[in-house]
T-cell receptor, first 112, second 116 residues
């Protein structure tokens, strides 16, 4: 089954404690991205990757890091989380300039 | 940069009735996709319908149809015969076919309530 898998689905952490949210896709997509969803703001892109070892900033990259060492995986790293990073996070993948993006199940992150 | 605006934070409809959700966007490009995504309480992002800008014909998927007005940069979603399962947050989104980055730009969302 074609899918994008994010883990964990829920995470509560404390300020400053490094965390990683994993994302994996099994569709051989070149393009992967991370979004955060906040009330009244819709989804905003954090980082994206057009292929292995090719990543770039989206609209709201501050406080986040990513890596793309393998085509299928695109982890999101928060090295020193802060409360303003409390949000719902989505990973998505697609063929480059493809019509449809496939989304993971979402990760609800709370930073206290 | 492209922007997408959904001016209706909340909408409600009676079961079996028809409702239209509005979306406007701003772009200088001519080749792009427009989407409507549905997000139920499960949080999953579900693609409802897709429109390719170079196609003049409005897309239709069962009870869902769009009114795509390219010159006016308007892309509304019509839900016919509304069902309780249609209750969700709906997002309008834009995706360029011309520029690198290939991001989805989302509107703010419209929360749809379906009343029995």
């Amino acid at each position: 089954e074609a899918q994008v898998t994010q883990n964990p689905r829920y995470l509560i952490t404390v300020t400053g404690k490094k965390l990683t949210v994993t994302c994996s896709q099994n569709m051989n997509h070149e393009y992967m991205s991370w979004y955060r969803q906040d009330p009244g703001l819709g989804l905003r892109q954090i980082y994206y990757s057009m292929n292995v070892e090719v990543t770039d900033k989206g609209d709201v990259p501050e406080g986040y890091k990513v890596s793309r060492k393998e085509k299928r995986n695109f982890p999101l790293i928060l090295e020193s989380p802060s409360p303003n990073q409390t949000s719902l996070y989505f990973c998505a993948s697609s063929f480059f300039l493809g019509a449809e993006a496939f989304f993971g199940q979402g990760t609800r992150l709370t930073v206290v | 940069a492209q922007t997408v605006t959904q001016s209706q934070p909340e909408m409600s409809v009676q079961e079996a009735e028809t409702v239209t959700l509005s979306c406007t966007y701003d772009t200088s490009e001519s080749d792009y996709y427009l989407f409507w995504y549905k997000q139920p309480p499960s949080r999953q992002m579900i693609l409802v319908i897709r429109q390719e800008a170079y196609k003049q014909q409005n897309a239709t998927e069962n009870r869902f149809s769009v009114n795509f007005q390219k010159a006016a940069k308007s892309f509304s979603l019509k839900i016919s015969d509304s069902q309780l399962g249609d209750a969700a947050m709906y997002f309008c989104a834009y995706r360029s076919r011309e520029t690198s980055g290939s991001r989805l730009t989302f509107g703010e969302g419209t929360q749809l309530t379906v009343n029995p």
